[in-house]
């Protein structure tokens, strides 16, 4: 009973062969009744690895041919020599994987030859082309310098403005409200250029953008000064004391007076209120402080008055 188990185990498990064999056979007849078929498929798989591996070394070629160029293009010191080797590659359709940065530099380089139709173009380029690119935020920069040259203020800053609502992030977005401050004073908007220039102050503090700024706010200091005369003559706050009740002066306060905002450079403290009652405290005046001397009490008493104190004879 044992062996007739084990033999019908035996039998199990090579019970498949037949069939496998089988269909191997199948197979092989296939190929012989259709070998055109079957040796098309297996060439098209072999050009299809073929060509993935020339189109991988194509591209390594394009691109190390492309960035030698880019780079010998940089190498030109003047402007409109420099734009016009980056324009040839540009021209020639590569399909480099560093040609957004080309691009990029071509129409920076065109602004700075000051072919500002051609700058512009270029920068709109990068902008659709290569939305997420990291150099985008300049390039919106750039067409804001364009629009600004050409005096279309409200266009500018609608770009300027643009960088710091998308990228608010991005290193570029950091120097942005000293563009919009420099807009504003050209639309005549002198109280929001003060505002966008302290806010580049606040943003990006011992930056040359922050010097800039503050250049700026100097030099409209001594131009308007009626624009920071609201803040600089704010009077302090005093209280009013009943006119019927007469109290203890107050002890003299140790804190240091504040400083008025400054105004072209120099710092104003804030006036005194002549209307508070002026009461003599017989307390040592603080330390560089000036104080206006007491009139002084003679201790001699008329003689008409020791006259009078005598009894008469």
């Keep these: 009973m044992a062996v007739n188990k084990a033999q019908k185990k035996g039998k199990s498990l090579f019970e498949d062969q037949p069939k496998q064999k089988g ?6 007849e296939q190929i012989k009744e ?34 030698t160029a880019y ?23 590569s399909k480099a994987e560093n040609m957004p940065e080309i691009i990029y530099m071509t129409a920076e380089t065109a602004f700075r030859a000051q072919k500002y139709d051609e700058a512009k173009a270029l920068f709109e380029r990068v ?7 990291p150099f985008v935020p300049d390039a919106v920069e750039g067409l804001g310098f364009i629009a600004e040259d050409q005096g279309d203020y409200d266009a500018a800053y609608g770009y300027y ?3 710091t609502q998308k990228w608010p992030a991005s290193f570029t977005a ?15 908007k002198l109280a929001e250029a003060i505002e966008a220039y302290r806010e580049q102050g606040a943003l990006f503090p011992d930056s040359q953008v922050a010097a800039q700024a503050e250049a700026a706010l100097d030099r409209l200091g001594q131009e308007h000064p009626e624009l920071f ?21 107050a002890a003299p306060s140790t804190a240091a007076p504040e400083l008025a905002p ?12 002549s209307t508070a009652p002026q009461t003599p405290v017989e307390t040592p005046a603080p330390e560089g402080t000036l104080e206006v001397p007491a009139p002084t009490e003679t201790s001699e008493q008329p003689v008409a008055s020791e006259a009078a104190a005598e009894p008469a004879p």
């Excluded at 902008?127 to 690119?133: K, N």
């Excluded at 950091?174 to 005549?188: F, I, K, T």
């Design 23 to 28: 269909d191997l056979a199948a197979l092989v």
């Design 34 to 67: 259709n070998p055109a078929l079957y040796l098309g498929a297996f060439l098209f798989i072999v050009l299809c690895f073929l060509a993935g591996m020339i189109y991988r070394a194509h591209s390594k070629s394009v691109l190390r041919e492309t960035s």
């Design 71 to 93: 780079a010998k293009a940089m190498d030109e010191q003047e402007p409109a020599a420099r734009y016009e080797a980056l324009k040839a590659i540009v021209d020639a359709g």
């Design 127 to 133: 902008r659709t082309e290569s939305p997420d690119a």
């Design 161 to 163: 403005q643009e960088i």
């Design 174 to 188: 950091r120097r942005q409200p000293l563009n919009r401050g420099r807009v504003d004073e050209q639309r005549g």
């Design 229 to 249: 005369a609201a803040e600089a003559a704010a009077p302090p706050e005093a209280s009013a004391a009943p006119a019927e009740s007469v109290a203890a002066p």
């Design 262 to 273: 400054e105004v072209g450079g120099t710092l104003e403290l804030p006036a005194t209120d």
